[in-house]
RNA sequence: UCAGCCGGCCGGGCGGCCGCUCCGGUCCUGUCAGCGGGUUCGCCCGUGCGCGGGACCGGGGAGGAAAGUCCGGGCUCCAUGAAGAGACGGUGCCGGAUAACGUCCGGCGGGGGCGACCCCAGGGACAGUGCCACAGAGAGCAGACCACCGCACCGCGGGUCCUUCGGGAUUCGCUGCGGCCAGGGUGAAAGGGUGCGGUAAGAGCGCACCGCGGACGCGGCAACGCGGACGGCACGGCAAACCCCACCGGGAGCAAAACCGAAUAGGGGCGGCACGCGCGCUCGUCGCGCAGGGCUUCUUCAGGCCCGUCGCCCGGGUUGGUUGCUCGAGGCGGCCGGUAACGGUCGUCCCAGAGGAAUGGCCGCCACGUCAGGGGGAUCCUCGCGGAUGCCCCGGGCCAUACAGAACCCGGCUUACAGGCCGGCUGAUACC
């Protein structure tokens, strides 16, 4: 807190958005999550992109969505801690129309989660389906989960901050 | 006090914690053009335009509709030589306001309301074409079903009277011909209404009043209003059917447009091949001209540009970055002109500029309202019990709230909207 630092990303760009729905998800009453780990993107820590889509309703309650997920998912991410916070992820969240009236800590909570199972690594279920991925997911998920992840993307995650 | 009409305004407030964006300032810092100094020519030190990064401080940060995208403009690019014969679209009482408008203001006409006031796609139906369903006899230079009236009696039937018993007179019904539109009936609409006269019966056929048309006169800038000789009365409705008249209108839109960096297509240059007609020669399958085709953002004419195919080379941009991007037909206040819309002038202020899109998230307190309860008092109905309406006090529950988010900018229109404030006016009722 008494840095304040923004623990989080923000993604602009549309292709990041396809990517990402590509990936793992999570489905709450409240949201739905999208991710995917960025192994091949730029360097950096959690990214998170919005998107509220025109059924959801009016323009009002579509701000109103993504303005409360958008706080929710700062706080979720300081509360997951750094090891989560710097993982190379990029995470969509959907908002659903009863984002407009859950309580707060209900949201956090929903993001908190859809943080954790969203970024973890591909399982190896059916490797042969994806085109050009699985050597990679397939040697680097298996190996990388927790602690070689952790302690890499601390050193090199807290200088480059500074100036990116 | 109650009911209502019109206009203007607000559309949560205060506080706490955390966060976003833009601008300014101070400090720290990265890169580095240039300059000065040093140099062992590798570079080093200092200063630092410019381009960034961070911390702190200060300031600004959604709406009355930001919405729908329905009109009018600014701005940008394209086109821009003329003609209006034509096409298309829009507007439509009159006068004004305005940059402009389909907007606004004032008036006129029509309609509604006791009234304050409100509503109106409100030019032209003797320029033409067309339509008027159903019903009805007849629906546009009308028509004759019933009923009414007259005539014809050739014809048929019946009644009454007379009779010289041959018949005659009269009347009714049927029939035929005609008159006629007042009555019945139909319809949204049936060729003025009422009364008197008149007539075979009727009818503006005649007359009186009303209605209608209306030369002309007066008032008004005008729409129009007032008066009205005269006219026996016709000239129905629909232009939101085509149409006529008057006026207005180039096209596309900030994903416009400009600059910067990497494809494809398109483009340019060179070469080869192909190519209708005429002319020229140095006769090559060369040059020039014409024809033909296409484009020139509705047409016509004028003018301009381009021309098939293959190879090589050059060069080269969509929703990426920067600009456009917010000082503007600007807001507020005073004075002056104007019935008003609005205009003039002076002073003062700077007031969002995002871009997967900031202007917020969470929490606490507060008003009004509403719901049911208790108490008090008022008015009306009722013999009374009781019921209805609204007021004040007490403590309590609910809810912090409608419609809705700038996307280049203005002027309007339309639509949505919980709750509330202010001013003016009208009609009832009570009191003086």
Redesign the pocket.
């Known amino acids: 807190?008494p840095g304040?630092?923004?623990p989080v990303g923000?993604?602009?760009?549309?292709?990041?958005?396809?990517a990402a729905a590509k990936g793992r998800r999570f489905h709450t009453e409240r949201l739905t999550a999208q991710g995917r780990l960025r192994d091949d993107g730029p360097p950096g820590g959690l990214r998170v992109?919005?998107?509220v889509t025109k059924r959801e309703g009016?323009?009002?309650?579509?701000?109103?969505i993504?303005?409360?997920l958008?706080?929710?998912a700062?706080?979720a991410a300081m509360q997951a801690g750094p090891a989560q916070r710097d993982k190379p992820a990029d995470v969509?969240l959907i908002g659903r129309r009863d984002a407009l009236s859950a309580?707060?800590?209900q949201?956090v909570d929903d993001v908190r989660q859809a943080l954790g199972v969203v970024t973890k690594p591909k399982a190896p279920r059916d490797p042969s389906k994806d085109t050009g991925r699985p050597a990679r997911s397939g040697g680097r998920g298996r190996g990388g989960t927790r602690g070689p992840g952790g302690t890499e993307a601390a050193p090199q995650g807290a200088p480059p901050k500074?100036?990116s």
Do not use: C, W
Request: proline share 5%; aromatic share 8%; charged share 35%.
């Open positions: 807190m304040g630092e923004p923000r993604i602009t760009r549309r292709p990041d958005y396809l992109g919005f998107t009016h323009a009002t309650e579509r701000n109103r993504r303005r409360r958008k706080v929710a700062q706080i969509v309580s707060f800590a949201l500074r100036n």
